[in-house]
């Protein structure tokens, strides 16, 4: 797994990660923590448009 260092980092279950990280094998599951005002917001303004669309029948 890949955290943003210069050199891979192992982590182990519990271990906190980035929203880079880069896993290099096997599976992963990750619980967000934290999430900053702008992604929040983000992900809003796409659903707010994407239900607008689907109002007006706009295939996407």
Not at 18 to 39: H, Q, W
């Amino acid at each position: 797994m890949l955290t943003g260092e210069s050199m891979p980092v192992e982590k182990a279950e519990g271990d906190t990660v980035t929203g880079a990280t880069i896993n290099k094998n096997g599976s992963l599951v990750i619980e967000a923590r934290k999430v900053i005002a702008a992604a929040a917001m983000s992900l809003w303004s796409v659903s707010v448009i994407t239900n607008a669309l689907r109002l007006r029948r706009v295939k996407l």
